[in-house]
């Protein structure tokens, strides 16, 4: 476990290292019970080490826990799933999505027959952008709200971003939705961390409020991400609760769905119950 926890620290590194950064929190809980185990046996040395191994892990994402906050009375919700393409169980999220009645819904993996089955949201949603697809890189978006413009990108990993406006309180906002390949080998490996490196210039296309979101096959804690904020100047909007994957207990999934904002919004975020994919809904409310 030393080991695995160790060459996490070079996630920037090496592709393996990267996959296994994405499990701090359990190597976190794991050493903690190790640590109070030696020391219940007075094994003062290998107390120290797991004490140390503990320090390493929690340092690296308490960050994540401590930006977390709550919205009394957003001004307007989006709604964001990773619906998984082989899902059959398509009355979930539509249930989902009309309980909680976002002014925004924006769906990933979705193919024709998601499609089909998503036009029953057309009444609620008059405002729609459709790229089904079935390599499980498709989108749908429905939004109550007009929108104004929109431009669909595809970077080297040729998969498609697609970036649209909307105007609320007499200001322009600009959410960018995209889901990078995950870095499952060196080639995807750097076709992510590519993909993360051109949101930056579809956003600087655009003038107003950013927000950028999608299952970015990371987690909250990466460096990656972390440079990913700082380039696109957005702040991540974190939770407690993790998505992925859903068949998974509490404390054994990990989170590599995200939110990020511009500096003047304020977002939190709500994990929402399971719809059949393999990652949990979020809902994101924004205050402008």
């Keep these: 476990m030393m080991i695995l926890s160790s060459m996490a620290l070079l996630e920037d590194k090496f592709f393996i290292s990267d996959l296994l950064v994405s ?3 359990q190597y976190l809980w794991i050493f903690l019970i190790l640590l109070l185990v030696n020391l219940v046996y007075k094994k003062k040395g290998f107390a120290a080490s797991y004490l140390i191994m503990s320090l390493i892990n929690f340092v690296s994402i308490y960050p ?3 930006s977390t906050q709550d ?3 957003p001004d307007f919700k989006i709604y964001f799933a990773n619906i998984l393409t082989s899902n059959k169980k398509h009355s979930l999220l539509i249930e989902s999505i009309l309980k909680q ?3 925004i819904v924006v769906l990933q993996e979705v193919n024709k027959k998601w499609e089909h089955k998503l036009a029953y949201l057309s009444d609620n949603y ?3 952008i459709m790229l089904s697809r079935e390599h499980n890189f498709g ?5 109550k709200l007009e929108i104004l413009d929109h431009e669909i990108f595809q970077g080297k990993a040729e998969v498609e971003s697609v970036l649209l406006k909307i105007n609320f309180k007499n200001k322009d906002i600009n959410i960018l939705a995209t889901h990078p390949v995950p870095p499952i080998n060196l080639n995807y490996w750097n076709l992510r961390n590519n993909q993360y490196k051109e949101l930056r210039g579809y956003l600087n296309k655009v ?3 950013n927000i950028l979101l999608g299952d970015l096959n990371a987690v909250s804690w990466s460096s990656h991400l972390k440079q990913l904020s700082k380039d696109t100047g957005l702040n991540p909007v974190n939770t407690f609760r993790d998505t992925w994957n859903s068949v998974l207990p509490p404390g054994m999934r990990i989170r590599p769905d995200h939110a990020f904002v511009s500096k003047n919004l304020k977002g939190a975020l709500k994990v929402l119950d399971n719809i059949g994919s393999d990652h949990l809904p979020m809902l994101l ?4």
């Design 101 to 103: 009645k976002p002014d």
């Design 64 to 66: 994540t826990w401590s």
């Design 285 to 288: 409310s924004l205050k402008i």
């Design 23 to 25: 499990f701090k929190f």
């Design 139 to 143: 989108m749908a978006i429905f939004s």
């Design 126 to 128: 008059k405002h729609q």
């Design 207 to 209: 003038q107003g409020e």
């Design 71 to 73: 919205l009394k009375c």
